[in-house]
C-alpha cells in the first residue's frame, strides 16, 4: 500500500461536476484565499471510507498525498495522521504531532484544518503544560497556520478548559479575514456550551469591538434578548 494506490483511489471516485461546484465553494479563483487548488469533487465521508480501510502508510507516502495538488489528496494525507495518532503510542505521537506542524501549511483550506487538528495538535497537547506552539501558530502569517492555533482548542474545551482558546480569541480577534472571525466565534460558541458564564464574562469586555461575525456565531445559542444586547454597538 502506498501513495499512489490511495491516489488511484481518489481519481477512481473523482465527480468533475461536483468538483467544478467546490472549486467555487471553496473560493479557489484568482485572488480568493484558495486560489489554484484542484478539487476531484469527492466528499469528505468518501475520503474518510478510502482512508479507513487502507492500512497504515509511512510518513514519506503521506507526504506525497500532502505534497498533491488535489485537494482530496491532502485530505487523505491528514485524515491518514489522524488514524494513525489514534493509535500511537506516546513517542509515535509525538513524531506525528511534529510531521503535522511541519506540514501545517499543506492544509491550506478551512475544511483540511477543522476535521484534522484537534485529533492531531489538540489531542497530543491536551495534557501537556507547554503550549505555546499555538502560540506561535497564531501569531504566524499564515492563514492556515492561524486557524489551526484556535480551532486545535477545541480539544480542550471539551476537557473543560477555556484558558488557551479566551487568550488564542483574544490575539486573533481583530484578525482582518472572515474566515479566522467565524472559527473565533465558533470555538468561543463551543466554550459558551460547556461555560454560559465564561464565555457571557469574554463578550462582555470584548463585544464592542468583536468583528460582527465572530459575535454571531459566539452567541449563535443565546435568546433573542440576549442576542439583542450583545449586537449593539
Known amino acids: ?78 485524515l491518514f495522521l489522524v488514524k494513525q495518532f489514534k493509535k500511537a503510542k506516546e513517542a509515535e505521537r509525538k513524531e506525528i504531532f511534529d510531521f503535522y506542524l511541519k506540514n501545517a501549511r499543506k492544509a491550506n483550506n478551512w475544511d483540511l484544518v477543522d476535521v484534522t487538528c484537534r485529533d492531531v495538535i489538540g489531542l497530543y497537547l491536551l495534557d501537556k503544560d507547554d503550549r505555546s506552539v499555538l502560540y506561535r501558530l497564531a501569531g504566524s502569517d499564515n492563514l492556515w497556520e492561524q486557524r489551526i492555533a484556535i480551532v486545535s482548542t477545541w480539544t480542550f474545551i471539551k476537557n473543560k478548559q477555556f484558558d488557551d482558546t479566551l487568550a488564542i480569541a483574544e490575539k486573533l480577534l481583530t484578525h482582518k479575514h472572515d474566515l479566522m472571525h467565524k472559527a473565533v466565534g465558533w470555538m468561543l460558541r463551543e466554550v459558551g456550551k460547556k461555560d454560559r458564564q465564561t464565555l457571557v464574562d469574554f463578550l462582555e469586555i470584548h463585544y464592542k469591538n468583536m468583528p460582527r461575525t465572530a459575535l454571531r456565531y459566539a452567541i449563535e445559542h443565546f435568546s433573542p434578548e440576549e442576542r439583542a444586547y450583545f449586537m449593539r454597538k
Do not use: C
Open 1 to 78: 500500500m502506498n501513495a499512489e494506490f490511495i491516489l488511484r483511489e481518489l481519481l477512481s471516485v473523482a465527480n468533475p461536476e461536483k468538483a467544478k461546484f467546490l472549486q467555487g465553494f471553496f473560493k479557489t479563483g484568482k485572488g480568493q484565499y484558495a486560489e489554484g487548488d484542484v478539487m476531484l469533487g469527492i466528499v469528505v465521508p468518501l475520503t474518510r471510507d478510502i482512508v479507513k480501510k487502507s492500512p497504515a502508510l509511512p510518513f514519506d507516502e503521506i507526504q506525497v498525498l500532502l505534497d498533491s495538488e488535489y485537494h482530496e489528496a491532502r485530505l487523505a494525507g491528514l
